[in-house]
């Protein structure tokens, strides 16, 4: 018999633990942004802080932050949404905290050495405690082992709540695509002699994150969100998902080739991946698309005025189905197409990429699922949109899309300069840099990410504000 769950405030332990994880990814939110500010002053000032604070930590820091953001706002928006999709509480919750003090004093502990001890030789010794040296999996041995049990603490929680509980379409998709999930890290926990096929299997953790289980986890955030905003029809948003399923799991192994040439694997990976990885973005435009042409004539044929429950937090979901059609969608597929990539590969069009797709594919629902937890947090029916939230989401989008501009253009110098005209070696690379160009676009990207940055303060005071306000609005 199924455990009654009261569903208009925080009333259990399972959506108190998920704000616990959403409040720690506000913070590493804020390290990654002011990292990025400081990496892009050294692109413009290469001696600023140099041996203090030196481009590379700045630059590890400020990547590492985003993915960890990211899965904390992630691993907080399934407790948020666990007990709601199956009317449970959730199994073992004293583990689950137990897992999110662990994985929080480990994650403070590797940025720390992150900082702080930034050189040295690399040993047997360095790689279990300092750093293990791959790009964006830098986390020292000890910290991945601690990663996977409490990422495995994390999926028993929930599968075990999901098997006492309702079993929902949008909650199934959510436990088979953690498993998943789960699974892909293990890829960059081993080594081998042979750098391509280190480099193969490091992309299946970096990229296939990104390309199939990440799209897959926001599909059904974004499901689960618009249920719960505007009512929409679960059959809708169910069919969607697993339409999404379909082609972003087979697409998103699939487009991972346009990485492949690059590490020594046959040329017919360049048309497969670019081919592929241009369908990740279609489902999840296509659910919203539906949803909201359906919510709005439903609402039209009833006389009623269609009733929006958290504004700002839908006003985030629309920017992620465009964002990350994008950001992800476009600007991805003109990036990867084998004929264009032969020049942008490493160049600033990928930091374009990058930038614009992280942020439209994932930040934006994220920041939305923190808005619907301060919702339920203070128990409210409606939260309409404040002057900071708007202040926040026009910051925010405008200075992430003025960088992606930015890096465009220098993306464009260095194909134009370093790579067509001067031959793509080590002095071409440097002349290409010191170009008006790539300087201004520079220092533009800068300009962006002040912009951001403000955005974010906005951001913050406005979660610690607006719930407050709507309860005393509603009262």
């Known amino acids: ?26 913070v590493l939110f804020g390290a990654q942004l002011l990292m990025g500010l400081i990496a892009a002053i050294q692109f413009i000032v290469p001696g600023f802080l140099f041996e203090i604070f030196d481009f590379s930590v700045a630059r590890m820091v400020h990547i590492n932050a985003l993915v960890v953001w ?55 010794s360095t790689i279990w405690f300092i750093n293990e040296g791959r790009e964006y999996l830098e986390a020292p041995r000890w910290a991945d082992i601690g990663i996977v049990v409490v990422v495995l ?75 719960k905003i505007i009512d929409a029809k679960r059959e809708i948003v169910e069919m969607w998902l697993w339409i999404e399923v379909l082609m972003l799991f087979g697409s998103g192994i699939l487009g991972l080739g346009h990485h492949y040439f690059w590490i020594g694997t046959p040329e017919y990976w360049w048309e497969i991946g670019a081919l592929f990885s241009s369908l990740e973005p279609v489902p999840l435009v296509a659910m919203f698309v539906h949803v909201l042409y359906d919510w709005g004539k ?28 994008l950001g992800a969608g476009i600007w991805g597929f003109f990036h990867t197409l084998p004929q264009v990539n032969i020049y942008t590969h490493g160049s600033q069009f990928t930091a374009a990429h990058g930038h614009l797709a992280f942020f439209g594919a994932y930040a934006t629902i994220l920041i939305g699922m923190m808005y619907y937890g301060i919702q339920r947090a203070y128990g409210v029916e409606r939260m309409r949109a404040t002057f900071k939230s708007k202040m926040a989401i026009f910051l925010i989008t405008f200075g992430v899309l003025g960088m992606t501009v930015a890096l465009t253009i220098a993306g464009y110098e260095q194909v134009l300069v370093e790579r067509a005209e001067l031959g793509a070696n080590w002095n071409a690379f440097f002349t290409a840099q010191d170009l008006p160009w790539y300087i201004q676009a520079q220092i533009w990207r800068t300009i962006m990410g002040v912009v951001t940055f403000i955005g974010f303060i906005y951001l913050v005071w406005d979660l610690i504000t607006i719930g407050k306000e709507a309860k005393e609005a509603q009262v």
């Not at 199956?86 to 994650?107: C, D, P, Q, R, S």
């Open 1 to 26: 018999m199924l455990t009654s769950i009261k569903t208009n405030s925080l009333t259990n332990e399972g959506q108190k633990l998920g704000m616990m994880y959403i409040r720690v990814a506000i």
């Open 70 to 124: 990211m899965l904390y706002a992630m691993i907080g928006s399934v407790y948020l949404m666990l007990t709601d999709e199956t009317e449970h509480n959730v199994v073992a919750i004293g583990l689950g905290k137990l897992a999110f003090w662990v994985l929080t004093a480990a994650v403070t502990v590797v940025v720390l050495v992150y900082i702080f001890i930034q050189v040295g030789a690399g040993s047997e």
């Open 153 to 227: 603490i994390f999926y028993w929680n929930v599968f075990a709540t999901y098997m006492k509980g309702k079993k929902t379409g949008i909650m199934t998709v959510m436990v088979a695509n953690l498993m998943a999930l789960a699974g892909l890290y293990l890829a960059g926990m081993f080594f081998t002699d042979n750098i391509s096929i280190d480099q193969y299997w490091w992309w299946w953790v970096i990229h296939l994150w990104v390309e199939a289980t990440w799209e897959v986890f926001v599909g059904t955030l974004a499901a689960y969100a618009l249920v």
């Open 298 to 325: 439903e609402q039209g044929a009833n006389g009623t005025k269609p009733a929006i429950k958290n504004g700002p937090a839908m006003a985030w979901l629309v920017t992620n189905a465009f964002g990350n059609f």
